[in-house]
């Protein structure tokens, strides 16, 4: 199970490391450039784990082969297409807005809550894996601070200009219907 539909997980969440990039980069304050900055080096953590624990689940040899054909099922099988096509669209996103929304508000609650409680946190339990357990709640507290500060944005984005709750709204409709196949 883990081969098959956690191991390629490492994909999007290189995707989120990338919107998380992004996001720093063209973010209209150096306080927000911070926080997706440190919400950036957690992803490239969580990638980091994710693939660390593959080849401990896989044992040696862990060659090129078996890289191909994790990477093989997140291109290729058919579960993984609607969230690929997501992560994808949300890295053509060049509004600083509606990436950050998107990203923030939409798709990373969603892969969060999947990897770090469903899979590492309920399967893992049920099936005696404390180690991945462990390192995902780890950086389940991080994701847990990425949707603190993203509240505070969003709640200081319309309390600046009320104007603004529409257009968040609208985003986040907009995504979260893709969101929901993936």
């Known amino acids: 199970f883990l081969d ?10 290189h995707g ?31 990638v980091q784990r994710i ?10 040899p862990f060659d090129d082969e078996a890289a ?7 291109e290729e099988a058919a579960a ?8 994808e669209r949300a890295l053509v996103a060049y509004d600083w807005g509606e990436s950050f929304i998107v990203t923030n508000a939409v798709i990373k609650p969603r892969i969060d809550r999947l990897i770090n409680q469903d899979i590492a946190g309920t399967l893992a339990t049920a099936n005696g894996d404390p180690i991945l357990t462990s ?3 780890s950086l389940d507290e991080d994701a847990h601070w990425h ?7 969003i709640r ?12 968040v709204s609208g985003w986040i409709e907009k995504w979260s219907p893709p969101a929901s196949d993936a």
Request: hydrophobic share 45%; glycine share 2%; aromatic share 12%.
């Open 156 to 167: 200081h984005i319309v309390d600046d200009n009320t104007a603004n709750a529409e257009v």
């Open 16 to 46: 989120l490391q990338m919107l998380a990039a992004y996001v720093a980069q063209m973010a209209p304050s150096s306080r927000i450039t911070n926080c997706a900055s440190f919400q950036m080096g957690d992803e490239m953590r969580r």
């Open 68 to 74: 191909a054909r994790q990477r093989a099922a997140w």
């Open 51 to 60: 693939a660390y624990r593959t080849v401990q689940l896989a044992g040696p």
């Open 80 to 87: 993984f297409q609607p969230l690929r096509e997501l992560i």
């Open 135 to 137: 390192i995902h709640f």
């Open 147 to 153: 949707r603190e500060w993203t509240a505070a944005l």
């Open 4 to 13: 098959r539909w956690y191991s390629p997980l490492r994909f999007p969440v």
